[in-house]
């Protein structure tokens, strides 16, 4: 079984890559930006506490959404591996990430970090409102989202190379380069 988390600020590719690993290894993957997408969709009382917050592109608060992930593990006893798009991005998500995968015997194998530089972020952003032609709100919530990762988010890092579990994949260029990056990784 090997469980892996796919790190990385808004805009990064995460999304392109998870659904590559996800066909190469038979992950089960859990992306918590999903689930929550699925609650407020559904217009569950879940989807009722986060639509606001979402909206905003500020963080759903530690509380709910480590519920929601603990749920979603038990959901899948069967897992081979699990793939963790979007989870943890604060440190408190991390050690409960680490506890329940340690309750479970597991643990988390490999973190994948791809690295987009905020200027980099920034360029890419503007340029998806020339061609995509976005609303002011939009733009302004993935503003929110990128402040979000670097001024939070970003903590994560130190929290898994202290335990030396941290591989950095460079980001930007070709996805089929860049996914072979992350496969050298987890093959290794
Ligand atoms: P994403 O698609 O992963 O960028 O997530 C979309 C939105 O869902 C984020 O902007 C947050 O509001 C919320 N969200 C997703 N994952 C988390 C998380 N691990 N912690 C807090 N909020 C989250």
Request: a neutral charge; one cysteine or more; aromatic letters at 8%.
């Amino acid at each position: 079984m090997i469980n892996l988390v796919l790190f990385g600020p808004p805009g990064a590719g995460k999304g392109t890559q998870s659904e590559k690993l996800i066909k190469k290894y038979g992950f089960v993957h859990i992306s918590t930006g999903d689930l929550f997408r699925w609650h407020t969709k559904n217009d569950t009382a879940l989807g009722k506490r986060v639509k606001e917050i979402m909206n905003s592109g500020a963080l759903v608060p530690d509380e709910i959404t480590i519920a929601m992930l603990k749920e979603e593990l038990d959901k899948n006893p069967q897992a081979k591996g699990f793939l963790f798009d979007g989870f943890p991005r604060t440190v408190p998500q991390a050690e409960a990430l680490d506890k329940f995968m340690k309750d479970n015997g597991s643990a988390i194998h490999f973190v994948v970090a791809l690295d987009v530089t905020e200027e980099e972020l920034r360029v890419r952003i503007a340029k998806r409102k020339q061609t995509e032609n976005r609303a002011d709100d939009e733009e302004e919530k993935l503003n929110k989202r990128v402040n979000e990762y670097f001024t939070k988010t970003i903590h994560v890092l130190p929290y898994y190379e202290k335990q030396k579990r941290l591989n950095t994949v460079h980001g930007i260029g070709e996805i089929e380069e860049i996914f072979g990056n992350i496969c050298k990784v987890i093959d290794k």
